[in-house]
């Protein structure tokens, strides 16, 4: 049985993950700031930006077959809003929330030979959207993280593959409402439209969705992926 261990577990996509995987057999520890999970999952209760206090939570853990990176979100605002604070938020928020679990974890499972780590990052980096600058800034570099740490640690038996979901119905998806809303000075169903209309699609997926793909990633079916970040929001960025 593996070990799996959710970051964010407690709601949104990573509560998806969470039950996804317990749906797979595997023992799944959720790790969130409140310490809540889904049933039939263990909790543990850890702010991820607090890299002693993720050192403490990782000394806990025992073996980590498969991480799945869901914590930490930077706020998305408009430009008359940001100011130079909220780049350091960004950072701490979304890519040192990852980096903190990430890299040490990594190295353990480089150490036994095996192991699977999946980011799930966001299009922001990918596609820049003023809302989300400084969080965009964030993802990206999460992103080389990803393709470069899983480039060199594949000849120690670990895979690194990031996600890049675009907008997802979670609570989160009410903040890029807002966020959107306030850039474009519209209405927050106007947004919310707009939002949906994005995507090829015309709806905005369900964390269940993302939970599936992490579950594939995580499989045999898929050792031959590592080093790089897949897109999943249907197809609304056409770039390569």
Do not use: W
């Amino acid at each position: 049985m593996r070990h799996v261990v959710v970051t964010g577990g407690s709601r949104g996509i990573g509560a998806a993950s969470v039950r996804a995987f317990l749906g797979a057999g595997d023992r799944v520890t959720a790790l969130s700031r409140s310490g809540e999970a889904p049933e039939g999952a263990t909790g543990l209760a850890v702010d991820l930006i607090d890299a002693g206090a993720t050192a403490r939570a990782i000394a806990t853990l025992g073996e980590v077959d498969v991480l799945v990176l869901c914590a930490g979100s930077a706020r998305q605002m408009a430009l008359d809003e940001l100011q130079l604070a909220h780049f350091h938020e960004a950072m701490d928020r979304k890519y040192f929330s990852y980096i903190n679990i990430l890299y040490p974890v990594a190295q353990q499972m480089a150490a036994r030979g095996r192991g699977v780590i999946l980011p799930v990052i966001g299009m922001g980096g990918k596609k820049a959207t003023t809302p989300h600058i400084s969080g965009g800034a964030a993802n990206s570099a999460l992103m080389l993280v990803t393709t470069g740490l899983g480039a060199a640690l594949a000849g120690q038996g670990v895979r690194i593959v990031g996600v890049n979901p675009g907008p997802v119905a979670t609570g989160r998806f009410l903040d890029i409402v807002a966020a959107h809303a306030a850039q474009n000075r519209i209405t927050p169903d106007e947004a919310r439209a707009a939002l949906s209309a994005s995507a090829p699609s015309g709806r905005i997926p369900d964390p269940e969705e993302v939970a599936d793909m992490l579950l594939l990633l995580a499989s045999d079916g898929a050792r031959a992926v590592n080093g790089t970040v897949i897109a999943l929001d249907g197809g609304a960025t056409p770039v390569i």
